[in-house]
């Protein structure tokens, strides 16, 4: 992450972002209403639930993860950037490896945002 950004996607179709102009990549933030603390810890207690999945960095308002395929245990690296004044998740999940990841990281990102309405 540099300058409130997020790192840009690839042209390979196995990366979404909220921080993207492309249309192939584009994935929406997640909303919050609330604190950012509550939302924070929310999402926090979401992915160490998650099943391979390790929180490698948790620094301020950003949050960094792991997460291992289940057949293969490729690694996908899946950020998340709070935006405390708009109330929004900034979020990218992008595979390390390969072209094409059958939209599993798109997949996750939903998955995580459904949780997170569900808890919060």
Do not use: W
Request: charged fraction near 30%; glycine fraction near 4%.
């Amino acid at each position: 992450m540099t300058d409130r950004r997020l790192k840009d996607c690839p042209s390979s179709p196995n990366c979404v972002s909220s921080q993207t102009d492309s249309s192939n990549h584009y994935i929406s933030p997640i909303s919050y209403n609330g604190s950012s603390e509550h939302a924070l810890s929310t999402l926090v207690n979401i992915l160490k639930k998650m099943k391979r999945t390790k929180i490698v960095e948790e620094e301020g308002d950003y949050i960094l993860a792991e997460c291992k395929s289940r057949l293969f245990r490729f690694t996908d690296d899946v950020e998340f950037l709070f935006d405390k004044e708009q109330k929004i998740i900034e979020v990218r999940s992008a595979s390390r490896m390969g072209y094409s990841d059958m939209g599993v990281n798109r997949k996750r990102i939903e998955k995580i945002r459904q949780q997170f309405i569900n808890d919060l």
